[in-house]
């Protein structure tokens, strides 16, 4: 068996048997969800939870589609479908090297704009055959001139700013990939006076990890959907960047903590790598 947990560590569960390919998903609903460029999920046959139960709250993000999260601090879970024959697991929850690595990106049709994939494994379009196969994009609000807006996936909640974030970066260290549910996150930082919540600020759930200095998560109390925060003293919010409706406006500087980096997960871009934070 397999473990995985939340961020708070309040939920955690268990998994085995027959383990499904592991895939990479950039559709617009993943993307939100997790605010992270792409989600990676593999699928069980057997998943129980061992701990927390009570916490996990469930949202119908498309017609017999399930998506869960931690009431407490925001997570991504696993769910199963309306048959409840598989369960579909977040890979930056597991504790533990599933033993598969991805095999594949799905829904490339929609990924992230400005995001390259740079590995070898097969891109498709769509999932599966047919029309019925394509994604149910999100409908994005009309661009504002000289403003990046952005929001959570239900629409409780929207956002935008002005201009261009200080900086952007991959984090690949394991509370970013417990709360995203993704094998990294992938933040803008945007100065609080660039930066205007423009709908449902009290939707907004703020977790403070108690042993962390300043790291936390805010997500949509409704759709889990992770969402931008104030990062403790720096005068600038996180923005996630799957939370956004178009490009960020600036370019990643590179991956971090890598030496904290998912198993399952090998970065190939030409961006700086460090094991931890750079000074």
Aim: charged content about 20%.
């Amino acid at each position: 068996m397999t473990t995985g947990s939340c961020l708070c560590g309040e939920v955690t569960f268990t998994f085995g048997g027959e383990l499904l390919p592991m895939s990479h998903c950039h559709c617009s609903m993943c993307r939100k969800i997790h605010g992270s460029l792409f989600a990676t999920y593999l699928g069980a046959k057997e998943l129980e939870y061992t701990a927390g139960a009570e916490l996990v709250k469930s949202y119908v993000s498309s017609s017999g589609f399930n998506r869960a999260f931690c009431k407490k601090c925001g997570s991504v879970l696993p769910e199963t479908n309306d048959g409840g024959a598989e369960y579909y697991i977040p890979a930056g929850l597991l504790n533990e090297d599933p033993g598969i690595r991805p095999e594949v990106h799905i829904f490339t049709e929609s990924k992230a704009e400005g995001y390259e994939i740079n590995d070898d494994l097969p891109q498709l379009v769509h999932y599966g055959d047919g029309d019925d196969s394509r994604v149910i994009d999100i409908p994005k609000p009309a661009v504002k001139e000289g403003f990046v807006s952005g929001g959570c996936q239900c629409g409780d909640v929207e956002f935008e700013y002005e201009g261009t974030p200080k900086f952007m970066m991959n984090c690949h260290c394991s509370r970013c990939r417990k709360v995203k549910g993704a094998a990294h996150a992938t933040n803008a930082f945007v100065p609080t006076d660039q930066f205007t919540w423009t709908k449902g600020q009290d939707k907004v759930v703020n977790y403070d990890l108690p042993e962390a200095e300043r790291f936390g998560h805010a997500f949509c109390e409704t759709c889990g959907s992770s969402l931008p925060r104030e990062s403790g003293g720096t005068g600038m919010l996180n923005v996630p960047v799957g939370s956004l409706n178009s490009a960020p406006g600036v370019d990643a500087k590179g991956h971090i903590f890598m030496g904290s980096k998912a198993p399952w997960f090998e970065p190939v871009d030409d961006l700086p790598k460090w094991d931890e934070m750079p000074t």
